[in-house]
């Protein structure tokens, strides 16, 4: 429900702003009002779930989700319409951390890369039938039953929740840390808005370089706050474990970048530089989704039989040359080379995203789940941010550069370069991971 929204809403912009009387790019507000209201709850997710307990936090985000679904549908204006996203945003901030925790809390570990396959699903599928499920949703019945949509899932979701999850002990809460949750929220919510605003001109640019520098600022303030108190809130102890480490920090936040850019360039070089039709753009586009949905039944097998070290290392150069190929595709290539080539690139992409959310959680302890899944969701939501407006802050470059009036083929392909070199650099950090870690997970021969 929360993937299958973030990719439908974009397809329902025009209609939605001539419902409000708005333009089109004040609806970029609801985009962002739901992000930095993640952002802003994110670090309070852990000591939520151990305050109420994982279950019924769950279980209560997926209420308050369905709900602000529902006012977003009913929205007479932009205001109710951001205000709805802000609750959206709240509830799916602990969506995804909790989610995952409980999986952790009742998957052994020689399980987990089955549960993983599981859970990944829905990032994947996402991207392939939210804008198609969106444009057809918008075309016939109008954008609200977009989100409409989520009602009759987000209720059956509770009533999953609250009948097959068991309760779990209460476990006692530590004091809230306020001043680490302001410190935390501050500099989330200030660095992720001037990282998405980055990649406009003049005096916006400036404020987004602003909120960057204010973003960067507080988060020393905040890392040191976190090092010293003794029951923060937001745990940096996790990072100590070589698991978590290589696979949220890095390199793993090199991939989760550059993957989350890809849904973001992909459609630019279709339309822009090779001059497809949006409906032909999207079509191609299946081919890259779709080998990514491919792999998956044979990931699990391909770590038992290459370790999680050997292949995050050499797939890692795989994606680093799948990006490296769009660099010589030009205008009207043979459909079997551009069918080859995003296909490539979607099953290199499934495997190294596969392979790091399964390894993140082998050497964590069930004491520490909740602590782990929330700085992964954290420094994940920060890589995915990152990366789009890398992108995008290269081709605003680049297009000066060219003094092109739009972003052209030649932009585009330098930023796939650029892409490449990145990932390169971010194979390279995986060189020194243990070779044994999360052979326990995989149950698999041992990495030689």
Same mark, same amino acid.
């Given at each position: 429900?929360?993937?299958?929204?973030?990719?439908?809403?974009?397809?329902?912009?025009?209609?939605?702003? *001539?419902?409000?009387?708005?333009?089109?790019?004040?609806?970029?507000?609801?985009?962002?009002?739901?992000?930095?209201?993640?952002?802003?709850?994110?670090?309070?997710?852990?000591?939520?779930?151990?305050?109420?307990?994982?279950?019924?936090?769950?279980?209560?985000?997926?209420?308050?989700?369905?709900?602000?679904?529902?006012?977003?549908?009913?929205?007479?204006?932009?205001?109710?319409?951001?205000?709805?996203?802000?609750?959206?945003?709240?509830?799916?901030?602990?969506?995804?951390?909790?989610?995952?925790?409980?999986?952790? *809390?009742?998957?052994?570990?020689? !399980?987990?890369?089955?549960?993983?396959?599981?859970?990944?699903?829905?990032?994947?599928?996402?991207?392939?039938?939210? +804008?198609?499920?969106?444009?057809?949703?918008?075309?016939?019945?109008?954008?609200?039953?977009?989100?409409?949509?989520?009602?009759?899932?987000?209720?059956?979701?509770?009533? %999953?929740?609250?009948?097959?999850?068991?309760?779990?002990?209460?476990?006692?809460?530590?004091?809230? !840390?306020?001043?680490?949750?302001?410190?935390?929220?501050?500099?989330?919510?200030?660095?992720?808005?001037?990282?998405? *605003?980055?990649?406009?001109?003049?005096?916006?640019?400036?404020?987004?370089?602003?909120?960057?520098?204010?973003?960067?600022?507080?988060?020393?303030?905040?890392?040191?706050?976190?090092?010293?108190?003794?029951?923060?809130?937001?745990?940096?102890?996790?990072?100590?474990? !070589?698991?978590?480490?290589?696979?949220?920090?890095?390199?793993?936040?090199?991939? *989760?970048?550059?993957?989350?850019?890809?849904? @973001?360039?992909?459609?630019? @070089?279709?339309?822009?530089?090779?001059?497809?039709?949006?409906?032909?753009?999207?079509?191609?586009?299946?081919?890259?989704?779709? %080998?990514?949905?491919?792999?998956? +039944? @044979?990931?699990?097998?391909?770590?038992?039989?290459?370790?999680?070290?050997?292949?995050?290392?050499?797939?890692?150069?795989?994606?680093?040359?799948?990006?490296?190929?769009?660099? @010589?595709?030009? +205008?009207?290539?043979?459909?079997?080379?551009?069918?080859?080539?995003?296909?490539?690139?979607?099953? $290199?992409?499934?495997?190294?995203?596969?392979?790091?959310? $399964?390894?993140?959680?082998? !050497?964590?302890?069930?004491?520490?789940?909740?602590?782990?899944?929330?700085?992964?969701?954290?420094?994940?939501?920060?890589?995915?941010? %990152?990366?789009?407006?890398?992108? %995008?802050?290269?081709?605003?470059?680049?297009?000066?550069?060219?003094?092109?009036?739009?972003?052209?083929?030649?932009?585009?392909?330098?930023?796939?370069?650029?892409?490449?070199?990145?990932?390169?650099?971010?194979?390279?950090?995986?060189?020194?991971? +243990?070779?044994?870690?999360?052979?326990?997970? $995989?149950?698999?021969?041992?990495?030689?």
């Amino acid at each position: 429900m929360q993937n299958l929204d973030g990719a439908i809403i974009n397809t329902s912009l025009p209609q939605m702003a *001539r419902s409000f009387g708005v333009k089109t790019l004040d609806l970029s507000l609801g985009v962002t009002a739901y992000m930095l209201a993640s952002a802003a709850v994110a670090p309070l997710a852990a000591w939520l779930a151990t305050k109420i307990g994982e279950k019924r936090i769950m279980w209560m985000a997926m209420l308050l989700f369905t709900l602000s679904s529902f006012l977003c549908g009913i929205a007479q204006g932009l205001t109710e319409f951001v205000c709805a996203r802000i609750g959206q945003g709240l509830a799916g901030a602990v969506m995804m951390p909790i989610g995952t925790a409980i999986m952790l *809390r009742y998957t052994p570990k020689q !399980d987990l890369m089955r549960a993983q396959s599981v859970t990944v699903w829905p990032a994947l599928t996402a991207p392939i039938i939210g +804008p198609v499920l969106g444009g057809y949703i918008t075309q016939t019945i109008g954008w609200r039953w977009n989100f409409w949509l989520n009602l009759p899932v987000g209720l059956l979701a509770v009533i %999953a929740v609250l009948r097959v999850v068991p309760s779990a002990p209460r476990e006692e809460a530590p004091p809230l !840390d306020i001043r680490g949750l302001v410190l935390c929220a501050s500099s989330l919510t200030s660095l992720l808005a001037g990282l998405q *605003r980055s990649a406009e001109t003049g005096s916006a640019r400036l404020m987004a370089l602003a909120l960057i520098l204010v973003g960067g600022v507080t988060g020393v303030l905040a890392i040191r706050h976190l090092r010293r108190h003794p029951t923060p809130i937001l745990s940096l102890d996790v990072l100590k474990h !070589d698991s978590l480490r290589y696979a949220s920090f890095y390199p793993g936040l090199i991939f *989760r970048g550059v993957f989350s850019s890809a849904p @973001f360039l992909l459609p630019l @070089f279709f339309q822009l530089g090779f001059g497809f039709s949006p409906a032909r753009a999207g079509t191609w586009l299946l081919a890259y989704f779709c %080998a990514n949905l491919g792999i998956k +039944p @044979f990931t699990s097998a391909i770590l038992r039989w290459g370790g999680f070290r050997n292949i995050l290392f050499f797939n890692g150069f795989l994606v680093s040359l799948s990006l490296a190929l769009f660099v @010589f595709l030009t +205008p009207q290539p043979p459909d079997i080379l551009l069918m080859l080539a995003l296909a490539f690139a979607g099953m $290199t992409r499934s495997m190294q995203l596969t392979s790091l959310s $399964t390894v993140a959680f082998a !050497d964590i302890s069930t004491a520490e789940r909740s602590k782990a899944t929330s700085m992964m969701s954290i420094l994940g939501q920060t890589g995915s941010t %990152a990366g789009v407006a890398f992108t %995008a802050f290269c081709l605003t470059l680049l297009e000066s550069f060219y003094g092109h009036p739009t972003v052209g083929l030649p932009e585009i392909h330098i930023a796939f370069l650029i892409t490449a070199v990145i990932v390169l650099i971010g194979t390279l950090g995986f060189a020194p991971m +243990p070779k044994e870690l999360g052979h326990e997970v $995989t149950g698999g021969r041992r990495s030689r």
